[in-house]
């Protein structure tokens, strides 16, 4: 039988990480010789460490409360460059448009796209627009990609968690993708939450001052939630990881909403929320210096790092439970 | 009526450039300055030009004589950057999967990546995976972004033709878009031709060598094939343009093709061709450098511009026809 992908493949979960590390990165082979990518690569020119991001979104519904696909797009790549402590340059952008779009409705997206990339402070500089026939795609998606500029003094990657590193989580998580959820499928939450997408770079800039070189990690939590990006942290670090699920910042609404819907808040996306991992000296400084922005304002430590272990999240009366990364998707679509 | 968007605006003619005129730009704003984008954009950093481009490539079918869409997804980003004189230095790419699409077509795809990028001497660095729904998606789409860095002593620009300049075209035109209409409907001109897809990067770099700034103008000829190329440039330079259309490199399938299918061969796409604009004192030390390179093995002087007026064909008999840009859509999905 013919192997095909499934929509798992897509979910950031462990299937996603399959697909790449058994049938793309083998194929780039030689082009990508330093291994696994990470969400943004630094390139080193002259002396100045450049960053190089992309991301691709498909989400559904096109317009949703808090945002829409043009912000999403700019935002993800924004953050993603922020995840490696690099301020953005320059983004570029690129549509694959369904014909019969409303023209309308690009025009609201380009909108978009340009008052979320001004209020980042970052140009768009170059662009691409694709039509395909009806049905062959789902009405548009946008892809961006972003050039950024590493911050002096700071290397955070995704492979740097230490055993004894504090984790910090930057706002509350869940309601990008209960909101995009709700919304697509008519359920009523969305009256009571909106997507927290947002850009991160000013709230990493801050984070930077504070903490330098012992901001071991950085990591922004989307497709996947938490519970993913944990885990691909405790993977490249080789580390443990050990969460206080009392600490964890749930809104109300999104709690009843995963609730109801049997969902883990856990493992639901977000578009402007980040987890650091910082050297324990430095955890009450970069904590401070978050709750001091507007991005980061409810900012909390959540937990902290082991020599080796899984991912475990210790329950209100003191059990642990295994917070696995998930194998496909849980909730499709939605970023 | 709601204005839709048509399968003709993603031609790379006047509907194109209409819809990005009127819709994408005003859109953007504040977020591009500088008015009209070029297909790749300088950035200029702590003293060295770098240079970001994007396309999006929808091609279909998937596979092809001569290719396929990873293929063209890298050489078309590349060639984007060397229009600005600018070699590549790391790429980055994203693919949107229909679920269902067999995991094999997807080792190919990116086997096709990894090994143009490294005969084109460019790493990928970072990269993006979506799937969507069986029917959102045409089987596989592939983004990619580029940065590159510009060769000292070389600005060609789309607005950088001047009345008496020599028009130089690369090779021969109509190959891709006949290999890929001709495979798509079955019609067995493939056997005759295959694309052209080639990465033009180092063909520039000799030319840099041979006509520095004296190289005016670069273009690839894409989706519109050499008249839009020639339009856009004449509209940018705000200048007229004469081609001899027996100098015209046109391969006999391609005309025999375009003569069964009422196609101007003019209009139809390619991956691997180029034209330059260059001054007339160094116009045949640049073309003298292009026939010594195997991309420019067959490069031929077509025309010289004008101060003004349209672009214009004059015929073996020697009378004139208007070359105009297409409103929409030759060959849809062609790249
Ligand atoms: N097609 C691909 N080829 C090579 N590497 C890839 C590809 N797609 C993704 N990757 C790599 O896999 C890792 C995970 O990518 P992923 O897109 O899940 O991260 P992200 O961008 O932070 O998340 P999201 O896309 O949800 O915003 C990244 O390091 C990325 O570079
Ligand atoms: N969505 C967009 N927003 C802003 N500018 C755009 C957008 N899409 C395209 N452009 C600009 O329009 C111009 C024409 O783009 P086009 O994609 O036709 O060029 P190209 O990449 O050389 O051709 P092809 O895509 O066929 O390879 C470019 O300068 C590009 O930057
Ligand atoms: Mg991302
Ligand atoms: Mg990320
Ligand atoms: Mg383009
Ligand atoms: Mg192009
Ligand atoms: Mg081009
Ligand atoms: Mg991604």
Redesign the interface.
């Known amino acids: 039988e ?10 950031g979960g462990r299937l ?1 990480a399959e ?2 590390d058994e ?11 330093g291994g696994p ?5 630094v ?1 080193t ?4 460490d ?1 960053v ?7 989400v ?1 519904p096109l317009f949703f409360p808090g945002g829409d696909i043009g912000v999403l797009a700019v935002h993800g790549t924004v953050n993603d460059l922020a995840m490696r402590a690099a301020m953005p ?2 983004l ?13 409705d ?10 979320a ?2 209020a980042a402070g ?12 009806k ?4 009405r548009l ?1 946008v ?1 961006t ?1 972003g ?1 950024g ?1 590493r911050l002096p003094g700071a290397a955070p990657t995704a492979a740097g968690a230490r055993p004894g590193d504090a984790v910090l989580i930057s706002g509350p998580i869940g309601c990008h993708g209960i909101t995009v959820l709700s919304t697509r499928e008519g359920l009523g939450f969305e009256a009571d939450v909106a997507s927290d997408t947002r850009p991160l770079h000013r709230l990493v800039a801050d984070m930077v001052d504070a903490g330098g070189l012992n901001l071991h990690t950085l990591r922004d939590l989307t497709r996947g939630g938490l519970a993913s990006a944990l885990n691909e942290i405790a993977a490249a670090s080789k580390v443990g990881i050990e969460i206080e699920e009392s600490a964890l910042p749930v809104p109300e609404p999104v709690r009843a909403a995963c609730e109801m819907l049997g969902l883990d808040p856990a493992y639901v996306a977000n578009e402007g929320c980040l987890v650091a991992f910082v050297a324990p000296g430095a955890a009450e400084a970069v904590l401070a210096a978050m709750r001091s922005t507007p991005e980061g304002a409810e900012a909390v430590r959540i937990g902290v790092v082991h020599d080796h272990g899984p991912v475990l999240v210790r329950t209100a009366v003191g059990s642990r439970r295994v917070l696995d990364m998930l194998l496909g998707e849980q909730l ?2 939605i970023c």
Chains 1, 2 share one sequence.
Do not use: C, Q, W
């Not at 570029?92 to 309308?104: D, N, W």
């Not at 768009?124 to 039509?131: A, H, L, Q």
């Open positions: 013919t192997e095909r992908v499934l929509l798992g493949h897509g979910s996603s697909l790449i049938v793309l990165l083998p194929g780039l082979g030689a082009a990508a010789p990518l990470e969400d943004a690569a390139v020119l002259a002396g100045s450049l190089l991001s992309t991301d691709a979104y498909v559904d340059i320059a570029t952008v690129a549509y694959i448009v369904e014909e019969g779009l409303p023209i309308e690009l025009r609201r997206v380009a909108a978009s796209v340009g008052a990339a001004v970052v140009p768009v500089v170059t662009g691409d627009t694709k039509v395909v026939g049905g062959a795609a789902d998606f892809i990609a050039l500029r499709p679509r």
